[in-house]
């Protein structure tokens, strides 16, 4: 189980998994189109704050995040996914204590955060258990579909 950089030649892999409409919004909000496409992907990953992963279990692209950097000692994780095949195994715990670790170790990051919509309980449990904390609630900022979708805002202290 390891975090390797994403490159081009996985850009096919993660428009394979994000296959929806509505999880293109999940997983991207409102900074990507759907279909996700290989320039969005090459635009997005060019910006030197961005540092995209892939998560490999047992030999195997199991899941993407980001960690993208905010300041000298704060950063933030970004755009979670775990592929179909591997949800309910805990990989996404799994992913994000090695991003921890990274964030901490190779970005001298003394703080993270993230934003999680509300509905995705079963992200912000993940979350909650790996020691980040709610610290505010937007509503009326995010909506698919007509519907509102409130986000979260979590930290974590390194």
């Known amino acids: 189980m390891a975090l390797r950089a994403f490159e081009k030649a996985d850009y096919d892999l993660l428009i394979r998994w994000i ?4 999880l293109n919004y999940q997983w991207g909000g409102p900074n990507f189109n759907f279909p996700l496409n290989r320039k969005q992907l090459d635009d997005h990953c060019a910006k030197p704050e961005v540092i995209p992963l892939v998560f490999v279990h047992k030999g195997i692209n199991a899941g993407y995040v980001e960690l993208f950097k905010l300041s000298e000692s704060k950063s933030r994780v970004c755009r979670v996914f775990v592929s179909n095949d591997f949800r309910g ?13 990274l964030a901490h170790i ?3 990051a003394q703080v993270l955060s993230l934003a999680v919509f509300e509905r995705n309980t079963v992200a912000k449990k993940c979350y909650e258990s790996l020691g980040f904390q709610v ?21 974590k202290w390194l």
């Open 19 to 22: 296959d929806s409409e509505e």
């Open 89 to 101: 195994q805990g990989i996404a715990k799994l992913m994000l204590q090695q991003l921890i670790e």
């Open 106 to 108: 190779d970005h001298n």
């Open 135 to 155: 610290t505010s609630h937007q509503s009326g900022t995010r909506s698919f579909g007509g519907e509102p979708w409130d986000l979260l805002l979590m930290e």
